[in-house]
């Protein structure tokens, strides 16, 4: 299947639809995106351009129950790699691949580069999650994830609330939710935000399209990963902001420390969103180099 730019649905076993996008070189290689909690898949839209530079083909797929993903019925990171992620990969042709995630992204591009450590080149975790299946690795989140797998542990329904309004407000009121968003972050990313525009409310409405697949979001998220990050044994390299206020820096410092074949590239001042700010430096990495593309215009 050549693969082409922009967005496509797949219908693999089971009759289910995934959602996904591609981004930069269609013919490059493949650098497979774990889109961020709360989002869409088109959470790396912005680094199209970059990734077209370095040569790189981003597939980035919608999660179970995000987006134009149909839910999975039983949830887990493993069950996603193996129903979702190897048929699209197939469907692609994609044999070898390097892999990314983002903030809740984080501990699904691990499992992908445990579960298919044969064919994974490298991995690239940005301001990314510990295992949080104990209580106190909960108690650590920020607060609206802590308050939200809460809700979507012990009172679903209020969690499938808060994705209705969520899904709401990007249609009608979306400055309202770039506020919030920005509201706490450094100054130059706070404006690295806005700079693009409505893309960010646009991937939270996206990604809270299907309230009870937030749910399940959750519910995957603080669930055993069903490996440990001593048994990740490709190349993996952990980019940490330490101005981060949604996910503790000590936690990059600790996937490090965990993960046998891990570095750590940390950021003095900066916060969650270096997914947007440092996205050429992840790049280079995935792409194997050192030397990136000039800046995006």
């Keep these: 299947m050549p693969r082409t730019l922009g967005d496509h649905l797949l219908v693999v076993d089971g009759g289910r639809t995934v959602g996904y996008c591609i981004y930069g070189d269609p013919s490059g290689e493949p650098i497979l995106n774990c889109h961020g909690g709360l989002v869409s898949g088109h959470d790396v839209a912005p680094a199209d351009a970059d990734a077209r530079r370095l040569g790189l083909c981003v597939i980035s797929p919608d999660r179970p129950g995000v987006a134009r993903t149909d839910r999975l019925p039983g949830r887990g990171m493993i069950p996603w790699v193996d129903t979702?992620?190897?048929?699209l990969l197939e469907h692609l042709d994609v044999d070898r691949l390097s892999v990314m995630g983002w903030s809740a992204g984080?501990?699904?591009a691990l499992t992908v580069a445990h579960r298919l450590a044969e064919r994974v080149v490298r991995c690239a975790v940005i301001a990314g999650c510990v295992p949080l299946d104990d209580r106190a690795r909960a108690r650590q989140l920020s607060p609206i994830d802590r308050t939200l797998t809460r809700l979507s542990l012990r009172?679903?329904?209020l969690a499938r609330l808060y994705?209705?309004?969520t899904r709401t407000l990007s249609g009608v009121a979306p400055g309202v939710l770039m506020r919030s968003t920005v509201r706490e972050a450094p100054e130059d990313e706070a404006a690295a935000i806005r700079s693009e525009g409505r893309w960010f409310p646009t991937i939270l409405g996206e990604g809270a399209r299907q309230p009870s697949g937030g749910v399940?979001?959750?519910l995957t998220g603080c669930a055993p990963w069903g490996f440990t990050p001593e048994e990740v044994s490709v190349p993996v390299r952990i980019f940490q902001g330490e101005a981060d206020?949604?996910?503790p820096p000590a936690w990059g410092r600790e996937l490090a420390r965990r993960i046998p074949h891990a570095t750590i590239t940390s950021y003095p001042g900066e916060g969650h969103f270096i997914a947007l700010t440092r996205r050429r430096e992840v790049l280079c990495y995935l792409a194997g180099t050192d030397v990136g593309p000039p800046p995006s215009p």
């Design 216 to 218: 399940d979001e959750y």
């Design 245 to 247: 206020r949604l996910v």
């Design 163 to 165: 994705f209705h309004v």
């Design 155 to 157: 009172a679903p329904s």
């Design 106 to 108: 984080g501990q699904f």
């Design 84 to 87: 979702d992620l190897l048929p």
